[in-house]
């Protein structure tokens, strides 16, 4: 199994009043599932169900309190050192929600990717342009825009030097936290088709946190449904989106646009270039 989760646990303490007395939020908690090579698994739940801390202690930004996540049958530390952090990286990575915010402002976005594809060592010094130039044209950019910053991109272009940037490591697994929440309509469709088709391409692993059951039916095989910190649900996400068990679950479908539950993102926009400001 490419990614195995079991029984993840996460708490935080918060302190409050005039003597920082501290409490316990129990932000996830007994949430296991497995992902095999090749295949895609989402997370979904309101916001504050913990879906995107689970993806967090995933990638290593946050340590479990308890549980296990396993990589080729092989446990993760909790709290890695670096030569871990950076076999972990090679492994996974992550695309955030906001695709501005996630590219270094004052770097080029061909740097970027550079500064990825060098620092894994995954080509000779000298093959490393080449390479930006190949996951630039993988994402659907002009690779004269590998000169640019973010901020002369649009939202949907910054998004797809996001997905560059991570493919640069040429991971097993995409861990993606709402990658398109923060895109306009037609643009979300374009970046969810490309993302199906990489997968489609490469054989890559798809780990989607999100809110959005289109986007689900779009990217995932399976699916697990949280609330307030716990899975409520989990399947197929034709078993659990079409027969769901759960009252939680049945609200989330409900509250989806039927056009959007029974379509393919494909079918929702007409898919045209990444032009202008998303």
Do not use: W
């Amino acid at each position: 199994m490419l990614l195995s989760v079991e029984g993840l646990r996460k708490d935080f303490r918060l302190r409050s009043g005039l003597l920082g007395r501290s409490t316990r939020l129990q932000a996830v908690q007994n949430v296991s599932f497995d992902i095999p090579a090749s295949g895609s698994l989402a997370i979904v739940g309101e916001t504050g169900s913990g879906k995107t801390t689970v993806a967090r202690i995933i990638v290593g930004l946050e340590s479990p309190t308890s549980g296990v996540v396993r990589a080729d049958g092989t446990a993760l530390s909790p709290s890695p050192g670096p030569g871990e952090r950076r076999g972990r990286a090679r492994m996974m990575q992550m695309v955030f929600q906001n695709p501005v915010l996630s590219l270094d402002p004052r770097q080029e976005i061909g740097k970027a990717i550079h500064e990825v594809v060098a620092f894994h060592r995954l080509r000779a010094p000298e093959e490393c342009e080449e390479r930006v130039h190949e996951l630039l044209a993988a994402v659907g950019l002009d690779v004269k825009l590998a000169q640019s910053r973010p901020q002369n991109l649009s939202g949907g272009q910054c998004q797809r030097a996001a997905i560059a940037r991570a493919l640069a490591a040429e991971p097993d697994l995409l861990v993606l936290d709402e990658p398109v929440s923060a895109l306009d309509v037609s643009t979300q469709a374009q970046i969810l088709n490309l993302l199906a088709d990489l997968k489609e391409a490469l054989g890559i692993s798809l780990l989607t946190i999100s809110h959005d059951l289109a986007l689900v039916r779009q990217l995932a095989d399976d699916v697990v449904v949280m609330c307030k910190g716990e899975m409520v649900e989990s399947g197929s996400v034709d078993e659990v989106l079409t027969h769901p068990r759960h009252d939680y679950t049945r609200r989330l479908v409900e509250a989806v646009p039927e056009i959007m539950s029974h379509a393919g993102v494909r079918d929702a926009a007409v898919l045209e270039p990444d032009a202008g400001p998303s």
